[in-house]
């Protein structure tokens, strides 16, 4: 079955970490590149970050650039979101999400082709 899988979401202070897992399965990870965006209520899908498979790169949305790192493992099947010094706004369902390409600078959701359900995370005192 061709997915992507979730995990690793929770409720967490300001300043706290969490490290989102993307398990992918039914398709040859390193041949795409896969994004990771988050959905607050009531605001549009953002996206987050995206990790290129053919030579690593990885770009960043500003509002989490040096904070957020997004990492993959095609052996495990497995791409990584650590979040440190999380802030309240960050507080969103975070989606990993398959490009259809193995490289791309965009973060535009309409060129991801496969999503995973959501994790929440929730940053809050």
């Known amino acids: 079955q061709v997915q992507l899988v979730e995990s690793g979401g929770g409720s967490v202070q300001p300043g706290g970490s969490l490290r989102l897992s993307c398990a992918a399965s039914?398709?040859?990870?390193?041949?795409?590149?896969i994004g990771w965006f988050r959905q607050a209520p009531g605001k549009e899908r953002e996206g987050v970050s995206v990790?290129?498979?053919?030579?690593?790169?990885?770009y960043y949305a500003e509002s989490v650039k040096g904070r957020f790192t997004i990492s993959r493992d095609n052996a495990k099947n497995m791409v990584y979101l650590q979040m440190d010094s999380l802030k309240p706004e960050d507080s969103a369902v975070y989606y990993c999400?398959?490009?259809?390409?193995?490289?791309?600078?965009?973060?535009?959701?309409?060129?991801?082709?496969?999503w995973g359900q959501g994790t929440q995370v929730t940053v809050s005192s």
């Open positions: 999400a398959r490009h259809s390409s193995s490289w791309t600078w965009s973060l535009e959701d309409v060129e991801y082709d496969l």
């Open positions: 039914g398709f040859t990870l390193n041949y795409h590149a």
């Open positions: 990790n290129n498979a053919n030579d690593d790169s990885k």
